[in-house]
């Protein structure tokens, strides 16, 4: 069988990878892809960028069934588009995916259902915005309402802070999607990355993780995407996990499904855990966390393409997926300049170089004429390595990361510091 991956990120990477070692799959087609995925044995780059496009490869191609990386096509209603066409494709419907692609919607709806969140208003005009901050005072927590490619929420720690990131964003710095804002609390606490595929009604929950989002060391600099990840995350306990699904992610998918929007995909609570162990929803994403994606696809031990046909099938709840007990951890290496404006078009060195239990998976990424991989975009990759003992992985990892060089890279030294015994330890 074909399958599609949509994108053209790590995480589609990563996607591509794991059900590419199926032995049910002939081949693997990403669109648009990068130069990691052109490298990869049993995977093939095709060009599209549009949802008519992706429809047409699926149909030329006779593909099996599609998966879709990141946010944008859901939200423009690709699954809607396929499931017309009689495609089978795994990712939430357009309204479905409003839980991403308006901050406010997945606010009022967390209200409407009892799903514990931070206290929040919102705002389309500013002089009530500033009035509010100035009520509440900082550190605070400015969103913009729509989809904006990781750059819509601004932690404001002091009030001036808060004040300009209001007046930017509903002055058009993020284009349309910050044409209102959700300004919340801050919360404090340890975040984690639960991540669920869901067929309508069942749930089944993936391996935990968690994410670094600040741009240096000891979560110092703005926030990015991701500078790294790892799986499983100790913050999440059993104990732990059992809340977060009662309280969080059951009540999501039913009260989608009560208001006619069934919710089928992948569903990824952005969970805040505080010091009394009590967690609250920050945010909901409609796909697959990146770099989460990287670690969690090296410890699933299932064929992947079984499990996305019980979600299409809405049979989840007859089958379970398969972790290696192993720890795994990706640390990101990004181009010089971001997450402002990264520099593009430096030539990448060592990605030629193997090392056992470690995968590099690409993300902006290029081929230029002259076949030399250069970068393309912010995060350029993700060293993703695998051991029994996180610090075992870490050191993997970084060690791996040593042997690929471009101009101006920039990587944390710490990832995975939370879930180690010796609290900051490099």
Known sequence: ??????????????????????????????????????RSEGIRNIQGQTVSEWLRIAQEENVYLTVVGPEAPLSEGIVDTFRAAGLRIFGPTQAASQLEGSKDFAKQFMVRHGIPTARAATFNEAAAAHSYIDQHGAPIVIKADGLAAGKGVVVAMRLQEAHDAVDAMLGGSLGGAGHRVVIEEFLTGEEASFIVMVDGKHILPLATSQDHKRLLDGDQGPNTGGMGAYSPAPVVTPSLHGRIMREIIVPTVAGMAAEGTPYTGF?????????????????????????????????LKSD?????????????????????????????????????????GDVITGLDSKSENVEVFQAGTSLTSEGEVVTSGGRVLCVTAMAHTLKQARQLAYTHAEQIHFN???????????????????
């Not at 996607?15 to 199926?22: D, F, G, H, T, Y």
């Not at 046909?309 to 010089?336: F, P, Q, R, S, Y």
């Open 1 to 38: 069988m074909k399958i599609l991956v949509i994108g053209s990120g790590g995480r589609e990477h990563a996607l591509a990878w794991r059900i590419s070692q199926s032995k049910r799959v002939s081949s693997v087609l990403v669109s648009p892809g990068n130069a990691g995925t052109t």
């Open 267 to 299: 569903l990824y609570a952005g969970v805040m855990i505080d010091a009394q162990g009590i967690p609250k929803t920050l945010e909901f994403n409609c796909r697959m966390g990146d770099p989460e994606t990287q670690p969690i696809m090296m410890r």
């Open 304 to 344: 992947f393409t079984v499990l996305l046909e019980h979600a299409i099938d809405g049979t989840l709840n007859t089958i379970e997926a398969e972790w290696d007990l192993k720890n795994a951890i990706g640390v990101v290496m990004a181009a010089e300049g971001y997450p402002g404006t990264p520099r593009k």
């Open 408 to 426: 101006g890279a920039q990587q944390r030294s710490d990832i995975g510091w939370r879930a180690l015994p010796v609290s900051g330890q490099h």
